[in-house]
Nanobody, 115 residues
């Protein structure tokens, strides 16, 4: 079972950028689809980006054109580059398989977009 550890979050001003990293404890090459999820205060966790083994990706409408997901199978790491950040992007960000595996959730990394 693969477990994930997220990092790279922080406080950023609106319009700024962050790059989040997700390190997997096992070999992600065998995993088909990996996604970045986020959970804002008082809201349900939502999938915002996913990447397949082929490298093709899909994005939620709310982040399309601003977020870019990528994966480095050799490093067992998945990334998300977040540009043009908005206050509504404020949330804890997590990675997991798609569909998610309950026991694979990590602690997440907090992203706060505020002036």
């Amino acid at each position: 079972q693969v477990r994930f550890v997220e990092s790279g979050g922080g406080l950023v001003q609106p319009g700024g950028s962050l790059r989040l990293s997700c390190a997997a404890s096992g070999n992600i090459f065998s995993l088909n689809t990996i996604g970045w999820y986020r959970q804002a205060p008082g809201k349900q966790r939502e999938l915002v980006a996913l990447i397949r083994r082929s490298g093709s990706a899909n994005y939620a409408d709310s982040v399309k054109g601003r977020f870019t997901i990528s994966r480095d199978n050799a490093k067992n790491t998945v990334y998300v580059q977040m540009n043009s950040l908005k206050p509504e992007d404020t949330a804890f960000y997590y990675c997991n398989e798609v569909p998610f595996i309950v026991r694979s959730w990590g602690q997440g990394t907090q992203v706060t977009v505020s002036s």
